[in-house]
């Protein structure tokens, strides 16, 4: 790839902005995170309760103890909307830069449908432990089992709202080992810890990286408790168990009551949704079952310890190494960030930066982006949106390139303007994808009906894929839908093998 323009790397990363190489963040256990939008891990509860280290068990303890104050407050917060927004209720801590939102750190928080989840779930957490000889710890995580609408995410922010002060003084003593004082600011981290004597969450002041742009600290996370894709208790993994768990119930009567229960609900012909529903009233009706099924998962914690490890090593590789090698070669070699106008168009400009990258994927070795150090792909359409976030929008161009959800005419990842009229919706896809077909007939008839010819001027569509199958299939959806030529759609051949001479087209 030739040398166009030198520019300046953008600062994408925690390394980037605190002047501080990647290998000493992960030396220390933290991991490098993107501070442009949340990198897919978060803290998964079970890793804390699994783990030999001490400051990891007073954690767990802490946890527990604030579960059981809010337990022994539920009945008196119940109709009081100020005590349930001081001790049920939480923000999101954005300042950790992970989770699920892919244009930025900014997530739902912990609202009131959480507040009663948890006030209604705590004494199903708390209770049938050690009586009943079954699971051996205490797991916020069995709220997702028994409570409908508590995911993974929700946990997991409650989880990082708990042990917030933890992570600053975490984060503080990375800090005076290994950043320069100018990057640093004594802030006022608010809930930091709890105080039992006036029942308050109370803020404590540290000394933490703080970046002027955002007006924000920055926390780093220890990447032993973090995961990928869900926790190790999970509702998904209950209920991919649930069928099994009966046979594992010691009480013959309690075995037969069970199947029987579950056999009078499930229809014949039933479909995921009924299955789900099924399982649900069966944990409610059963709680014997949940505590079965945790048992088991703690009887196999080191297992959930090597897919975390594995899991979060396939996050880095993708979303820091990968994405910060591609953005480093493209500022080096490109000028696809440029600082000055490029274009006359927000459509030239977009198409500009996408031939930019396909020359850099195709011609380039830039493929390698897609695959971690096991030669493991990219899994899904939402890695490879996430991925080409980072890369995207490193750094702003004359025009403005900015992630944009939904503009009118269904989900878009970018879009790329300048000025309010001169706008274009920029989406990547992966030809892997069962419903491209679909997606790609909606949009003909959307612009169709809105008598609109910009599916060529307005609007691209980056489809990648990995190998002949995938290419024929493409052209032939595209070739079905009258829009094989357009200059709206653009294919990029992210293989390894020698390239299909029609993705140069």
Not at 22 to 27: G, K, L, P, T, Y
Not at 58 to 87: C, R, T, V
Not at 99 to 114: D, T
Request: aromatic content about 12%.
């Amino acid at each position: 790839m030739a040398k166009k323009n030198i520019h300046t790397t953008p600062k994408v990363y925690f390394s980037d902005h605190f002047n501080v190489d990647r290998s000493i963040i992960e030396d220390y256990g933290a991991v490098d995170i993107s501070l442009v939008a949340d990198i897919p891990l978060f803290i998964d509860p079970f890793l804390i309760f699994e783990s030999d280290k001490e400051e990891y068990k007073k954690l767990h303890e802490s946890i527990i103890d604030y579960l059981k104050f809010l337990k022994k407050m539920a009945p008196l917060a119940h109709d009081n909307i100020a005590m349930q927004k001081a001790w049920f209720r939480f923000g999101e801590v954005k300042q950790n830069w992970l989770g699920f939102s892919k244009n930025s750190n900014k997530g739902a928080g912990l609202g009131e449908r959480f507040a009663r989840s948890l006030s209604g779930g705590l004494g199903k957490i708390l209770d049938s432990i050690d009586d009943k000889g079954l699971a051996r710890g205490v797991h916020l995580e069995k709220l997702c089992i028994i409570e409908e609408g508590v995911g993974r995410d929700r946990i997991s922010d409650f989880t990082v709202n708990l042990i917030k002060g933890y992570l600053a003084d975490y984060t503080e003593k990375f800090a005076k080992l290994y950043i320069d004082n100018k990057l640093v600011k004594e802030v006022s981290v608010e809930r930091a810890f709890f105080n039992y004597r006036t029942r308050r969450w109370m803020p404590k002041k540290y000394k933490l990286p703080y970046i002027s742009s955002y007006s924000s600290y920055v926390l780093l996370t220890p990447a032993d408790i973090l995961t990928k894709d869900d926790t190790w208790i999970s509702s998904a993994s209950f209920y991919s168990e649930l069928p099994n768990l009966p046979n594992a119930v010691e009480n013959e009567e309690l075995r037969l009551a069970v199947n029987n229960y579950i056999n009078s609900l499930m229809p014949d012909d039933s479909v995921a949704s009924d299955k789900k529903e099924v399982y649900l009233r069966t944990a409610k009706k059963f709680p014997e079952l949940v505590d079965v099924y945790i048992r088991r998962q703690e009887d196999s914690g080191e297992q959930a310890v090597r897919q975390s490890l594995s899991r979060v090593q396939y996050a880095k590789d993708i979303f820091t190494g990968n994405a910060k090698d591609a953005i480093n070669r493209l500022s080096r070699e490109t000028n696809f960030y440029a600082d000055t106008p490029q274009s006359q168009s927000s459509f030239e400009e977009a198409i500009r930066r996408v031939h930019i990258l396909k020359s850099f994927i195709e011609d380039n070795d830039g493929y390698k982006c897609f695959f971690d150090r096991k030669g493991i792909r990219i899994h899904n359409e939402d890695e490879l949106q996430r991925l080409f976030k980072l890369i995207w929008v490193a750094n702003k161009s004359h025009y403005d390139v900015n992630p944009e959800t939904n503009h009118g005419r269904g989900p878009v990842d970018f879009v790329v303007s300048f000025g309010s009229e001169d706008k274009t919706y920029v989406e990547f896809k992966l030809a892997s994808n069962t419903k491209l077909r679909n997606n790609l007939s909606k949009q003909v008839e959307i612009y169709q009906k809105a008598d609109i010819a910009s599916l060529d001027t307005k609007s691209l569509k980056v489809i990648l894929f990995f190998d002949e199958d995938e290419y024929r299939r493409v052209n032939m959806i595209l070739e079905e839908l009258g829009i094989k030529n357009s200059n709206g759609i653009v294919m990029i051949d992210g293989s390894y093998n020698d390239k299909p001479s029609g993705s140069k087209a």
